[in-house]
Every structure is written in structure tokens, then in C-alpha cells.
């Protein structure tokens, strides 16, 4: 089975400076895509970034990127230019493409609560 | 199209009473999902529809819930007998139909079960 692992539960980061959130995940699929969403106190889950695990390059979406090691299997989320926006639940999240009936559900992790200071 | 929608965005209710919950999805996502999060959780998957027909059930969802999706629009996701258990958040996300795999989230109706 696959799992979605977001080993650190609190992170904190200056506003302007770059905070880095970790990720790992178990799977023995090869074709897959990994996401990053966040979840803002009391708000909806936003999708951040996506990559699809086939593409070597890394995913880049303004002041968001990831580290994606596909032999490690980690996918990690920097954040630049942290803003008090970013405040939020950061979850990984993992869906394999061969599942029965094209079901693309999503194995989240735990999440990471991102704390940004003035 | 602004994006999902769940109706109500919070319920709360006695236990034992039966509750039902409202998606709809983003016009013509041809592929929907019901979610569980509780608190400082990651959500869990329920169940998935693609068009009208339900192709996986969580073994998360007993048998006092029951989800359908007529005509493959909206979809209702009902609890029968809620039990104090049942407090959570329900998400419900669509996708659109082998473009892409990215899941679209709505604002989740929260429930709590006094």
C-alpha cells in the first residue's frame, strides 16, 4: 500500500525568508503524480503544485518548487519570499494511476503547519 | 463556474439523527470524491464516482453512509444514525475526465454530532 509521510508536524519561517517542507513516500508504482496542497485555517484545500513522476524537471509555480527524488522518494516544497499569506496546513498528497476503475484517490500525509512571522 | 460547492458549510446535529450533505462539482468533471478529515489529520478517501456510477467505497464508510451522484451532477453523501464519530470534515473534490489528475477541492461542510 502506499503511504505519504510529512515528517515534520510545525515549521515556522521569517517573512521574506525561504522555508523548505519535507515529504517522503512508499509506493512501487512508476507512473504517479505527487501534490502539494494547502489548507488555510478554516478555508478550502488549494492545490499548490503538481508534478507527474515520469518528468524529471522540477515543478515551479511563481514562488513555489519542489525537490521531486524519485529513487529517494521525496518531494519536497520550498517556499520563497515567504509571505503571511502562506500561513497554513500543508499536506502531501500521492495518486497512482492504476488503480481499478480509474480511481484517482489521494494518500495524503499528516500535514505541516506553517507559521509565518512578521 | 466558480468552482465546487458544499451545501451546508456546517451542520450540527443530535446523535442518532440522519444528516445529508450536498456536492456540486465543477461542470463537466466527469470524476467525483468524498473525503473525511478530522482534526490535525490528513483527509481520507470514502468513496469516487466517475459519471453516475460509484466505483470504490472506502471500508472507512459503514453501512449507515450512503452516497449517490444521479446523472453524474451533484452528489449527496447521507448519514443515517450519526454518532459522535462521525464529527468530522466532509470534502468532496471533482476532476475533469483523463486531462489531468488534479483533484478540485470544495469548502467542506463540517460536522459536529452532539
Known amino acids: 500500500a502506499q503511504t505519504v509521510t510529512q515528517s515534520q508536524p510545525e515549521m515556522s519561517v521569517q517573512e521574506a525568508e525561504t522555508v523548505t517542507l519535507s515529504c517522503t513516500y512508499d509506493?512501487?508504482?512508476?507512473?504517479?503524480?505527487l501534490f502539494w496542497y494547502k489548507q488555510p485555517p478554516s478555508r478550502q484545500m488549494i492545490l499548490v503544485i503538481r508534478?507527474?513522476?515520469?518528468k524529471q524537471q522540477n515543478a515551479t509555480e511563481n514562488r513555489f518548487s519542489v525537490n521531486f527524488q524519485k529513487a529517494a522518494k521525496s518531494f519536497s516544497l520550498k517556499i520563497s519570499d515567504s509571505q503571511l499569506g502562506d500561513a497554513a496546513m500543508y499536506f502531501c498528497?500521492?495518486?497512482?494511476?492504476?488503480?481499478?476503475?480509474?480511481?484517482?484517490?489521494?494518500?495524503w500525509g499528516l500535514g505541516t503547519s506553517l507559521a509565518v512571522n512578521p | 463556474d466558480t468552482g465546487v460547492s458544499q451545501d451546508p458549510r456546517h451542520k450540527i446535529t443530535k446523535r442518532g439523527q440522519n444528516v445529508t450533505f450536498r456536492c456540486d462539482p465543477i461542470?463537466?468533471?466527469?470524476?467525483l470524491y468524498w473525503y473525511r478529515q478530522t482534526l490535525g489529520q490528513g483527509p481520507e478517501f470514502l468513496t469516487y464516482?466517475?459519471?453516475?456510477?460509484?466505483?470504490?467505497k472506502s471500508r472507512l464508510l459503514s453501512d449507515r453512509f450512503s452516497a449517490e451522484r444521479p446523472k453524474g451532477s451533484f452528489s449527496t453523501l447521507e448519514i443515517q444514525r450519526t454518532e459522535q464519530g462521525d464529527s468530522a470534515m466532509y470534502l468532496c473534490?471533482?476532476?475533469?475526465?483523463?486531462?489531468?489528475?488534479?483533484?478540485?477541492f470544495g469548502p467542506g461542510t463540517r460536522l459536529l454530532v452532539l
Open positions: 473534490a471533482s476532476s475533469p475526465r483523463d486531462v489531468e489528475e488534479t483533484q478540485y
Open positions: 461542470s463537466e468533471h466527469n470524476r
Open positions: 464516482f466517475q459519471n453516475e456510477a460509484q466505483l470504490e
Open positions: 509506493t512501487s508504482e512508476s507512473d504517479y503524480y
Open positions: 508534478q507527474e513522476a515520469y
Open positions: 498528497a500521492y495518486v497512482g494511476l492504476f488503480n481499478a476503475g480509474n480511481n484517482r484517490k489521494l494518500i
